[in-house]
């Protein structure tokens, strides 16, 4: 069993009064940990299971198979598969694999946005991943508006302002299993996320551990539910209230793992102002940031593909 709190948000999807008593409990996991589970959300467990089973026809490909997506041809997009330790969390590489997807754009010339690469032998991932990323927007916008409520701001705070038109980045993660023998491998490192939101999907094995005051703790997988946690930014217009929480990855199953983050962020060019003082609430006016959440993403993500942040000129 997780430490960690499960909060059914179906209130905030169909707007029902039990939508104040849901925000009270997402603010205090918000001051708590900064992770909680979210179960009501109504994403179909029929396209969760689609889109696990596209997935893992695709990491059993060959690698050169995989490579025909890979992120270098992706462009400024910044979209497509990595191999195992093409990724940097911390300095260090991952021991994981992934692909990059976004919401689907035509080509244009602002960094990470664009079309998306799909695997021709895996076509179904394709339907897959555009109906998930649907689905989640409404989830992060729900749970947006909770904590909106949450802050004794008006519910649609964030989604008539910062997330009107969304940042929306989804990854699909593959982990082999660590090696017993060395302790110092992790599938991800320890670290915290950019924005204001992830919503993970993890299959049936565990390895997310998140850093508490007292120690780290595991987040088992529960059915039914994502992990939600918050990022950077939500931290910093809160002014250290909500946390974003340090959290890292580790596959001791014995089996492949799959996990699915959906970051859900303010607008490519919102310019993330402070949020109003909201009473009972401390505000303390310091954001270590100016200027659009794209050029505050940017700085985050040549941290970690570095090479091809050069290569593209992001």
Partial sequence: MSELPVIDIAPLLTGSQERRAVADAIGAACREHGFFYVTGHGVPPALI???????????????????????????????????????????????????????????????????????????????????????????????????????????????????????????????????????????????????????????????????????????????????CNLGDMLDKLTGGQYRSTPHRVRNRSGNERLSFPFFFDPGWDSEVPPLPYAPGHRWDGQVDFTGTYGEYLLSKVRKVFPHLFEQQRL
């Fill in 49 to 227: 299971e689609r889109l696990d089973a596209a997935s893992r026809r695709f990491f059993a490909l060959p690698e050169d198979v995989k490579n025909e997506i890979a992120m270098e041809r992706g462009g400024r997009a910044w979209r497509g598969f990595f191999p195992v330790g093409g990724e940097l969390t911390s300095g260090r590489p991952d021991l994981k694999e992934g692909v990059y997807f976004g919401a689907e754009e035509p080509p244009g010339p602002v960094p990470l946005h664009g079309p998306n690469l799909f695997p021709a032998q895996v076509p179904e991932l394709r339907e897959s991943v555009l109906a998930y990323l649907e689905a989640m927007t409404e989830v992060g916008q729900a749970v947006m508006s909770g904590v909106a409520l949450s802050l004794g701001l008006d519910e649609g705070y964030f989604r008539t302002g910062y997330t009107a038109d969304p940042t929306i980045l989804f990854r699909i993660f593959h982990y082999p299993p660590a090696p017993a023998d060395d302790a110092g491998t992790w599938g991800v490192g320890e670290h915290t996320d950019y924005g204001l939101l992830t919503l993970l999907l993890q299959d049936a094995n565990g390895g997310l551990q998140v850093r508490t005051e007292t120690g780290w703790i595991e987040v088992p997988p529960v059915p039914g539910t994502f992990v």
